[in-house]
């Protein structure tokens, strides 16, 4: 067996984690494969404009790309050519059918298993690298291991990255997870697997379990997580009725080492390919298993986080008297999150759809997002996309912060304020800017859970 990858997949999961894995092993050779040209031209761009906004990508990319690092649309030499094939295609929510709106739609991870199967002279690794549901290694073995000859693996290492931190998730990870069969050619697979991170990760942070519980905790430590921002933003409405302030019931809270601070920064809600996504695909999997309870427990995580961004605009509507048509709100932040362009699930764009239903009148700016706020508003009204914030802002009504990129609190609100229409609101949704501040202005503020 030789020790070269492939990974189908070019996107959030595969570009960044290919590279990082190269980086660390130069004696590999690392390719990364996509049906879409257009995506590995830009992976292969010569000023190294990457399809993905990721902090110090560029710089593993620029370090690897041509050395041991190669992006090519060639899937079936790739596949020929490498031993060790890591699946990172995309898995959405099923939008159609039996288990829509909860179910993953697997219609691309299939597709994929068939291609190797097809494109495979010899054994193969495959490990899955793109969250699934349980038991899909099952179903993939069942589909690539139907013929004589070749002899194919599967293992489930799902990634644990945090979009923003994905390169530091990747070169210091909390935890290496990978699940395989329990038999001889599993623990010999799984070896050669944990051989590729243990090249820097400590082999205490490798953890080996079977192939179903590694598909399942992928799941279930994303649910939790998301579970942890609904309960906050649940207590941050309470905070806003009983005049308690969330941040100081967040810090006791997170004072108690039981339950630690992570995840209780009170704000608009998740966000991104993951959290919406795992939590309803839980959901999905109780029901199939008859725990309808458990199910119902689960879907309020989602509900809570819907209902946050609608408290948002409902609390744009009192701040503003009651009436929003007509007015001009800036939109400072589109992505998810700070540190990312991904627009997948941002509570931005839900509140900007919002907003557009009572004819308001939209500025949007990000500094890294603006192509995809395009395209994901596309087709809605009275929209304006604008890379300067003071621009954004000129003759607004009202500013809300949706995304706490660092350069916001660095803005000159002051120049801001003078070209706002009066009285200039602020509503900080994710509480980072300096509310003091904002009022000696002038600004009226607003944020959640004060």
């Known amino acids: 067996m030789n020790r070269d990858i492939v990974c189908i997949g070019a996107g959030y999961i595969g570009g960044p ?4 894995i190269a980086k660390m092993n130069p004696g590999r050779k690392v390719v990364v494969v996509d049906i879409n040209k257009e995506r590995i031209d830009a992976w292969n761009s010569p000023d190294f404009e990457l399809p993905v906004y990721e902090p110090g990508l560029a710089d593993v990319v620029k370090e690897t790309r041509g050395r041991n690092l190669f992006f090519s ?14 699946v990172g295609v995309n898995t959405p929510t099923k939008m159609f ?19 190797i199967k097809r494109y495979a002279k010899s054994d193969k690794i495959v490990i899955e690298k793109s969250t699934l549901p349980v038991r899909t290694a099952a179903a993939m073995e069942s589909i690539l291991n139907t013929r ?32 395989g069969p329990q038999d001889e050619d599993g623990i010999r697979a799984i070896a050669e697997a944990a051989a590729i991170y243990a090249s820097w990760v400590p082999r205490e942070k490798i953890i080996t379990s079977n192939v179903w519980s590694a598909e399942l905790a992928k799941l279930a430590a994303n649910a939790f997580l998301a579970q942890r921002v609904s309960s906050i933003n ?20 997170g004072a108690d080492g039981r339950i630690g601070p992570k995840f209780l920064k009170a704000g608009p809600g998740f966000g991104g390919s993951c959290f919406k996504k795992d939590v309803l ?11 309808h309870t458990a199910a119902e427990y689960w879907m309020q995580v989602v509900k809570m986080n819907e209902h ?13 008297f009651n009436t929003l048509a007509g007015k001009k709100i800036a939109i400072f932040g589109f992505a998810f999150k700070a540190d990312t362009g991904d627009t997948r699930e941002t509570p931005a764009g839900t509140v900007a759809r919002l907003l557009a239903e009572e004819h308001v009148r939209l500025a949007v700016t990000d500094p890294k997002a603006l192509r995809n706020a395009r395209a994901d508003l ?42 706002m229409r009066k009285p200039a609101l602020v509503f900080d949704t994710r509480n980072c800017l300096d509310a003091r501040k904002l009022k000696s202005i002038g600004f009226k503020t607003v944020n959640i859970g004060k």
Do not use: H
């Not at 984690?17 to 990082?20: E, F, G, L, S, Y």
């Not at 649309?73 to 890591?86: G, H, K, L, P």
């Not at 695909?281 to 725990?291: D, H, I, M, R």
């Open 97 to 115: 059918g039996r288990g829509a709106g909860r179910a993953s739609d697997l219609q691309f991870w299939e597709s994929t298993a068939r291609e």
């Open 378 to 419: 596309a087709g809605v009204g009275g929209v304006e996309f604008e890379e300067d914030e003071y621009k954004a802002a000129a003759d607004a009504d009202a500013v809300v912060v949706m995304t706490d990129w660092s350069r916001y609190p660095q803005l000159d609100w002051e120049r801001i304020y003078s070209n």
């Open 234 to 253: 649940a207590i941050a409405g309470l905070c806003e009725a009983t005049g308690a302030d969330v941040d100081e019931v967040a810090r006791v809270i």
């Open 148 to 179: 004589d000859g070749c002899k194919f693996t599967v293992l489930s290492n799902p990634e644990f990255l945090a979009e923003g931190t994905a390169i530091r998730d990747l070169l210091e990870p909390d935890r290496v997870l990978i699940g």
């Open 308 to 320: 946050q961004q609608e408290r948002i605009v409902s609390r744009l509507f009192k701040e503003m």
């Open 17 to 20: 984690t290919m590279a990082v």
């Open 281 to 291: 695909n839980l959901v999905y999997l109780c029901e199939s298993a008859g725990l």
């Open 73 to 86: 649309t060639d899937i079936e030499s790739a596949v020929r050519e490498c031993d060790i094939v890591f």
